[in-house]
């Protein structure tokens, strides 16, 4: 094992299914043998708020939060938090994008605009893979598994198998819908 601390972030807006993602995350690193801290920062308590999740992981990890231009992977649920979150990024650091657009409250009331092209600017100055999980969880006959999806894509760039992957969303998500998580992952994995 290397002794190299890994901070993982992610963001996404309330019921977007963070904390499954994030529990999955935490076992899989756990059962690698890895020490690993959780933690997560609620934004706006209503629904459609930020819910920010850190997980690090590493030999032996004292801080659980992710320090500005630290994370190596950013996972974001949703357009506007990856770039409300961007700068959390190390410089080589990946984001992982579900391409969706859920109009937070100042949006909706017509307070603020939704900023137009935030990949396209988000993808100058950073590493940049987006899937519309949505879409492709409705293909799938389940919209809510669209987190899972985005999970798979992001699995790509962490150090760890698919088959571990699998096995642990086995064991993670509830018994009824494994054989969907999986499917959700594997589409994710294999885009």
């Known amino acids: 094992m290397h002794d190299v601390t890994k901070n993982i972030m992610i963001v996404g807006v309330g019921g977007q299914g963070t904390l499954l993602t994030s529990r999955i995350l935490g076992a899989i690193m756990t059962r690698a043998?890895?020490?690993?801290k959780l933690?997560?920062?609620h934004g706006m308590a209503q629904r459609g708020g930020s819910v920010?999740?850190?997980v690090r992981y590493g030999d032996r990890v004292y801080e659980p939060i992710v320090e500005e231009g630290q994370a190596d992977v950013l996972i974001a649920f949703e357009r506007l938090e990856a770039l409300r979150y961007a700068h959390?990024?190390?410089?080589?650091?990946?984001?992982i994008v579900n391409d969706q657009r859920i109009d937070p409250m100042p949006v909706?009331?017509?307070a603020e605009q939704y900023p137009?092209?935030?990949?396209?600017?988000?993808a100058k100055t950073h590493t940049v893979y987006s899937v519309d999980a949505g879409d492709e969880a409705l293909k799938m006959g389940n919209p809510k598994v669209f987190n899972i999806i985005v999970l798979g894509l992001?699995?790509?760039?962490?150090?760890?198998s698919k088959d571990e992957w699998l096995s642990v969303i086995e064991e993670t998500v509830p018994p009824k819908t494994v054989e969907i998580n999986k499917q959700a992952f594997l589409k994710g994995y294999g885009l």
């Not at 092209?117 to 988000?122: K, M, V």
């Not at 992001?154 to 760890?160: E, G, I, L, N, Q």
Request: charged share 30%; proline share 0%.
């Open 33 to 36: 043998g890895y020490d690993v």
């Open 39 to 41: 933690s997560e920062v």
């Open 52 to 54: 920010v999740t850190f």
């Open 88 to 95: 959390f990024l190390k410089k080589d650091g990946v984001l």
């Open 108 to 110: 909706v009331t017509g």
């Open 116 to 122: 137009e092209g935030i990949l396209e600017d988000l």
């Open 154 to 160: 992001a699995a790509k760039h962490m150090d760890f």
